[in-house]
């Protein structure tokens, strides 16, 4: 191993070990929510992430919800999140043109 890649791993064990140790201290409360958000609610708050996010770095807002419904809620919310950002189907679509335009190219150059 190089100098550079003995201090990378260094680093990341250090702040792994930080992580694990940190996360260890969180805990969740133990309310029974009969009315815990559901699919819906899960797809809304996808959709609202970016703006969630932005408001908790200035208030005690949370992103996520909790206590929620588990994995319907969760599926929810993943699924807006994607259809927000788009998911990757745009990317996709635009590294196939690129190669498809680059090989027209080297052939045109031939």
Known sequence: MTKKNRKSMRAITCLSVI???LSGCATQSD???GDAPGFLLGLFHGFTS???LIGSLFTEYRVYAYP???FWYD???CL???LLLGGGGAGAKNATDNKRSNQESAEALS
């Open 50 to 52: 970016m703006f969630s």
């Open 80 to 82: 807006g999140v994607v």
């Open 75 to 77: 599926f929810g919310f």
């Open 31 to 33: 309310v029974a929510n």
């Open 19 to 21: 992580f694990l140790t």
């Open 68 to 70: 929620n419904s588990g």
